[in-house]
């Protein structure tokens, strides 16, 4: 299959103002070759949506599957961060965490709604993320349970704050998680500190079965980086989207 083919797509560049971040927000909307608005179609929402169609190739891996795995054309939404504010707003100890739950929930998935065939039952819907955005996706899911019920990880941080509001958990049984991490994370700085991610994702899946979560969890080789999120990125979507 050439190259070209998986070229044929539509990608949308929109601004919303957000009343919650007292801010306008940039969203990339992918729409599958093929794209026509009396049709429905699933949805993925990514954190970091910049980094998810430059670094990721979301969109020509989105085409790739589409064609060659003969899966159902699915529109995906970016959602921009300023990587200045990106941990206030992914981390649950951020100080623009709640304002960044409620636009996603509140006003991103509405506009997204109002322009857009996208289905709207959670099965319909993913939310996904690396790093932090693996986490405030997740975080999204038990916020608004009847929104989001998928959650794709790529190397969740899963920090002591997100386990502790994990365990505040009861019954998971809703949810369905796929999450990846590289072992080769087990020592990564970040902004607030140094942290094993193999360790932290091991102990978040435990976490959440123990609560009946379905857990699709792996391990392979790779560092915290774009270079194996995108080659990983494949499986994961394909977890949600094969029969």
């Known amino acids: 299959m050439s190259e070209p083919v998986f070229l044929k797509r539509t990608i949308v560049k929109q601004t919303l103002w957000s009343e919650h971040l007292q801010e306008e927000r940039k969203l990339r909307i992918y729409l599958p070759p093929g794209y026509n608005e009396v049709l429905s ?8 949506g910049e980094e998810f169609f430059n670094f990721g190739r979301i969109a020509t891996l989105a085409g790739q599957l589409i064609i060659e795995e003969d899966i159902e054309p699915f529109i995906i939404v970016g959602v921009e961060v300023n990587v200045a504010v990106r941990t206030q707003e992914y981390a649950p100890f951020g100080s623009r965490f709640r304002q960044y739950l409620a636009c996603f929930a ?10 857009y065939p996208v289905r709207r039952t959670p099965d ?5 993320g690396d790093s932090l955005g693996g986490s405030v996706s997740l975080h999204l899911a038990l916020a608004y349970p009847r929104l ?20 505040l958990e009861e019954d998971l049984s809703w949810l369905d998680i ?12 970040t902004d607030t500190g140094v942290y094993d991610f193999v360790q932290m994702n091991r102990d978040t899946k435990a976490l959440l079965e123990s609560r009946g ?26 977890y949600f989207f094969t029969p």
């Open 178 to 189: 796929n999450m990846v991490v590289g072992l080769q994370e087990t020592d990564y700085q």
């Open 124 to 128: 319909e819907r993913i939310i996904a």
């Open 41 to 48: 179609y699933p949805v993925v929402y990514c954190q970091d």
């Open 213 to 238: 979560a379905t857990v699709s969890y792996r391990e392979k080789d790779g560092k915290h980086l774009w270079g194996f999120w995108q080659k990983e990125l494949p499986e994961s979507l394909l």
């Open 106 to 115: 509140e006003e991103i998935i509405p506009f997204i709604e109002h322009n």
């Open 148 to 167: 989001f019920n998928r959650v794709l990880s790529l190397s969740g941080a899963y920090y002591p704050e997100s386990r502790d509001i994990i365990a």
